[in-house]
């Protein structure tokens, strides 16, 4: 029997953002067998968009909100009886800031193929186009949502990208994204860069990299839309 290959797959971040998609990926889907995805319901509908004739329940699904040890069981299984496997993240790019890696880092323990495929992953798309430092980054996920803490956090993030140069990526819950921007504004010194990244490969797209003394008299509404924060020297 030969074993199974993992194939991480392309996912959109937008509806409309198909051209971020690989011409390759009705191939890629054909190929497995099994899929692990963050949204099922989203991947399915995703799925038959590309691949009309699918016939959606001649295959495994399983989840992948919270990696446990018996989901790992259930994935290397299906690898050991030589199944291809198929993982999927609203990330748009699986494996970065996505608990899919997880089960990744299981597949590459026990010697399996892995194959990645690129897909718009808001955090390398918003670093390319904000002209900060792309030779040093780091991605913080949620910054606390104590205000005492977040201050205490973003000017932590703040020296260490004056000292180092380093860009620093981190996002908020959609309902908070404004909040996120005026604690930017309130505790950051007035000359430090902060490039917003929103709704990334959609119809209404913006990145755009300015510094504080900018964005405290041009707040756009970032209200309930995908943002991707950056900080840099």
């Not at 497995?32 to 399915?44: G, P, Q």
Request: aromatic share 10%; net charge neutral.
């Amino acid at each position: 029997m030969s074993k199974g290959k993992v194939y991480l797959l392309p996912m959109l971040l937008q509806e409309e953002g198909w051209e971020a998609i690989p011409a390759d990926m009705l191939k890629w889907i054909q190929q497995c067998d099994a899929f692990f995805v963050e949204n099922e319901k989203t991947t399915r509908r995703y799925f038959k968009k590309i691949w009309k004739e699918m016939i959606i329940d001649n295959y495994v699904w399983q989840p992948i909100h919270k990696v446990e040890d018996a989901q790992i069981k259930a994935f290397t299984q299906l690898l050991k009886e030589g199944k291809n496997i198929g993982i999927v993240s609203e990330a748009g790019c699986a494996g970065i800031a996505d608990p899919g890696q997880l089960l990744v880092a299981a597949a590459q323990q026990q010697g399996y193929t892995v194959k990645p495929y690129v897909g718009p992953s808001s955090i390398l798309l918003s670093l390319m186009a904000s002209g900060m430092n792309g030779q040093l980054f780091q991605f913080h996920g949620y910054l606390p949502i104590d205000a005492a803490e977040r201050k205490k956090k973003i000017q932590a993030l703040e020296a260490d990208t004056k000292l180092t140069g380093c860009t620093q990526l981190f996002i908020e819950t959609p309902y908070r994204n404004n909040q996120m921007l005026e604690a930017l504004i309130q505790n950051c010194h007035p000359n430090t860069r902060i490039c917003i990244g929103v709704d990334i490969t959609g119809p209404t797209e913006l990145i755009k990299t300015a510094d504080i003394n900018y964005w405290k008299n041009n707040k756009p509404e970032l209200h309930k839309k995908s943002v991707i924060f950056l900080m840099g020297a």
